[in-house]
């Protein structure tokens, strides 16, 4: 597939121009003109940048991209090292960071909701279009152990749980990766109990003054599931082969 044919699919499905975010969104680093084989994943570390150099990929489309605002903009160690394996081997990286966790269907909140069959009711923030939290609720109720107990065996990762034992959970609010701040609105609206990737330290106080349910369940763990989705996607609608290669991360 030609490279600018697939830019302006992922610009279409993704819309990036449509939300503000903390990097570019879209082509990042360009490589050949031809896409063939496309990697996908969550981050663009050297070990994801190894494994598609390994498979001969021609493009790799991730989560976690490079150039965030406020970061160094010398390249230099680590960064130099990143971006040289790229341009030797002429390998394009696709990065959509905000606009990956938002999308309806194939949006790292969304796939969440799925694998914990979360009915998805709208976004946290009713007023805004572009929520990147979102709120829901469980079909069945479930006590605190019951969901710390689901998202252990579909996400693989036991989350950090913060809540009453007693508590039952029917409402839930999530966002996946760093929205741990996210906890105070849920906790705002009644929610009975908010998922997210991180903790901090002021979290914790939070859900216990709250009266709010709170689940950690790992950025890396809780965003694998975006890149994995859109690669699927399209190796369904374009002439692509795709390999998601998940390197774990236990943050």
């Not at 390249?75 to 341009?87: N, T, V, Y």
């Not at 030797?88 to 069959?117: C, K, S, T």
């Not at 906790?187 to 991180?198: K, L, M, V």
Request: charged share 25%; proline share 4%.
């Amino acid at each position: 597939m030609v490279r600018d044919k697939l830019t302006e699919y992922l610009n279409k499905l993704l819309s990036p121009d449509s939300i503000r975010d903390y990097c570019p969104n879209g082509l990042q680093v360009e490589g050949k003109s031809q896409i063939h084989k496309l990697v996908t994943g969550v981050t663009a570390s050297q070990a994801l940048i190894d494994k598609a150099i390994a498979i001969d990929a021609d493009a790799i489309f991730v989560h976690h991209g490079y150039f965030w605002k406020g970061e160094n903009p010398c390249i230099k160690g680590m960064k130099k090292r990143r971006l040289a394996s790229l341009l030797a081997h002429d390998i394009n990286l696709y990065a959509y960071h905000l606009p990956l966790d938002i999308h309806p269907v194939l949006g790292n909140n969304a796939q969440l909701a799925r694998l914990l069959d979360i009915q998805v009711s709208g976004g946290l923030d009713a007023t805004d279009p572009k929520s990147v939290a979102m709120r829901g609720r469980l079909e069945t109720p479930l006590s605190v152990s019951q969901l710390s107990e689901r998202i252990t065996r579909r996400l693989a990762r036991q989350p950090l749980t913060e809540a009453n034992e007693d508590k039952r959970i029917s409402t839930v609010a999530w966002c996946t990766g760093g929205g741990q701040g996210f906890i105070e609105q849920a906790a705002e609206q009644g929610i009975d109990a908010f998922i997210t990737g991180e903790v901090s330290e002021q979290t914790i106080h939070t859900a216990r003054e709250a009266g709010i349910a709170f689940f950690a369940a790992g950025h890396h763990a809780t965003e694998r599931y975006g890149a994995k989705a859109v690669g699927e996607h399209l190796a369904g609608q374009l002439d692509l082969q795709v390999e998601f290669i998940d390197i774990d991360n236990p943050a």
